[in-house]
């Protein structure tokens, strides 16, 4: 893939995740952020407004994936050991409970509405990401 159509992709999904999380919280008043989305559709957290709303985002989640997939043909992908994921998911999970939600709560819709305490997040978020691929680079912990 050139250097060009992987701009072009990536132009494309943000462009269709600013468009969703828009759509979100102009038609439903409700912010597009997938952690406090999950934990309704879980019974962790019962929030105003109809749990099907929140259902209905998660499931789209995987099911655009899908459909992404099949138009555009096999993917490669490379997965971590399923024990690496599952510690990861435990970190993300309790991570976005202590910092009062997810990257794409924070970082899409926190900081479109400029959000001071999303900024903050978002840049914690960061700069834990950029030394944590640092240290499994320089570990050669890489997938």
Do not use: Y
Request: glycine letters at 16%; proline letters at 3%.
């Amino acid at each position: 893939m050139t250097l060009a159509a992987s701009m072009a992709q990536g132009l494309a999904g943000g462009l269709m995740i600013g468009a969703s999380a828009s759509i979100m919280l102009l038609g439903a008043g409700r912010i597009a952020g997938v952690s406090g989305l999950f934990a309704r559709v879980i019974g962790v957290t019962k929030a105003c407004g109809p749990d099907g709303l929140a259902a209905g985002f998660i499931l789209a989640l995987p099911l655009g994936a899908a459909l992404a997939a099949a138009l555009a043909g096999p993917i490669e992908t490379r997965f971590p050991p399923m024990a690496a994921l599952l510690v990861g998911g435990l970190l993300v999970g309790f991570g976005a409970r202590l910092g009062s939600g997810c990257t794409s709560g924070h970082g899409v819709c926190g900081l479109s509405r400029l959000s001071k305490r999303s900024l903050v997040a978002t840049a914690v978020f960061m700069s834990v990401a950029a030394a944590t691929v640092a240290a499994m680079n320089a570990a050669g912990l890489t997938w």
